[in-house]
């Protein structure tokens, strides 16, 4: 197959995307597929070839890209790209993709997983990898994915939606309850997110999601055990434990950087209560219209009952990331699962 996997974008989620969606090119490319890398902010704007024959390109244009310990310079990545256009999308991105027989989805954050791409790719007729518009939208906007999952009697923290600005800071340090988690309403990889126990904290943080938008879910906050749970095609795959850093929280770092939290798989839990994530992650993904495969964070507190804190549409897939180890844990290796992916959204899509 020619398969054009889409990634880097313009989100705050960028670095991530870049080694998945490489990540994702090379093992399709080892399986035999005529696989490509596309940034779907620059393009092929380095590309001088015909375009039939960027299929063609040796190396897939696959380079090398790591996550760093802080969120990418976007400003940096705007000024470095010869298009001086307004557009989110790079030079010959939607062309190249109407020539591919799938496109692999391999963004996060802000174009990629709100549904945008996904509008599209639908218009251009063209399969692509994981949910399709609305439901990536819904599950995007954390406030919209609450109101969802609680019309469908699913456990979630009790939150509240609120619009603000720098001036509103001190009425809201003082009328909003502390603990409690601050997030930006479309954040994702823990970028945007503050767990604030005192009222100076809860100021910080207020000023410091300004950054990422005026929109932000405060909600109570759950102590217990972190877990996540994978959901490919229409079964769960195994729960996987979160452990911080001793003093610290599953941030941006934890989250990436090998070795910065301790995550166990399969979770050391009894088999009920795998199995109740497991049906909990199903129930999420769809009540929120999710297809093909996502992934469900969630607390399991005290008194046995676990909370479904938000769900993933496209989860990341970086040699890091929790799907391709939970698909380990199963026997999948990452390139059957990359396959299984592009088969299973190939299906969707001519349902659809």
């Known amino acids: 197959m020619k398969i054009v996997v889409l990634g880097g974008g313009i989100s705050t989620e960028r670095s991530v995307s870049l080694v998945t969606a490489t990540s994702v090119c090379?093992?399709?490319?080892?399986?035999g597929h005529k696989a490509i890398f596309v940034d779907m902010f620059l393009g092929l704007e380095n590309y001088t070839g015909r375009l039939e024959d960027a299929f063609d390109a040796p190396d897939g244009f696959c380079g090398s890209v790591s996550i760093s310990e802080t969120a990418p310079d976007l400003e940096a990545v705007k000024a470095s790209r010869r298009l001086k256009s307004p557009s989110h999308l790079g030079v010959g991105v939607l062309d190249i993709c109407a020539l591919a027989d799938c496109v692999f989805l391999g963004l996060h954050g802000i174009d990629g997983e709100d549904g945008k791409i996904q509008a599209a790719l639908?218009?251009?007729?063209?399969?692509?990898t994981g949910s399709g518009p609305l439901g990536s939208a819904m599950a995007m906007d954390k406030a919209v994915a609450k109101r969802i999952m609680e019309s469908a009697g699913i456990l979630t923290p009790r939150w509240?939606?609120?619009t603000?600005?720098?001036?509103?800071v001190p009425a809201l340090v003082q009328e909003l309850p502390v603990p409690c988690v601050v997030k930006a309403v479309d954040g994702g990889s823990s970028i945007g997110v503050s767990l604030p126990d005192t009222r100076e904290q809860l100021e910080q943080a207020l000023y410091d999601v300004l950054r990422y938008g005026h929109r932000i879910v405060v909600e109570e906050k759950i102590v217990g055990r972190e877990f996540t749970q994978p959901v490919l095609g229409g079964d769960y795959l195994s729960t996987i434990q979160i452990v911080p850093p001793e003093g610290?929280?599953?941030?941006?770092v934890a989250k990436y950087q090998a070795g910065a939290a301790v995550e166990t798989c399969p979770a050391d839990v009894p088999p009920a209560?795998?199995?109740?994530?497991?049906?909990?992650a199903l129930r999420t993904h769809r009540a929120l219209g999710l297809e093909v495969y996502s992934r469900t964070d969630m607390i399991l507190d005290k008194d046995g009952n676990l909370w479904v804190l938000e769900a993933n549409s496209l989860p990341?897939?970086?040699p890091n990331s929790f799907v391709p180890k939970e698909a380990a844990a199963v026997g999948m290796s990452y390139n059957q699962l990359c396959e299984e992916i592009v088969r299973l959204s190939c299906d969707v899509k001519r349902r659809g």
């Not at 090379?26 to 399986?31: I, K």
């Not at 639908?122 to 692509?128: I, N, Q, R």
């Not at 610290?248 to 941006?252: A, I, P």
């Open 273 to 280: 209560v795998m199995q109740a994530a497991g049906e909990l």
């Open 26 to 31: 090379r093992a399709l490319r080892d399986a």
């Open 160 to 162: 509240r939606e609120i």
């Open 122 to 128: 639908e218009l251009l007729g063209v399969p692509y």
């Open 248 to 252: 610290s929280t599953f941030d941006y």
């Open 164 to 168: 603000y600005t720098a001036a509103d």
């Open 316 to 318: 990341g897939m970086t």
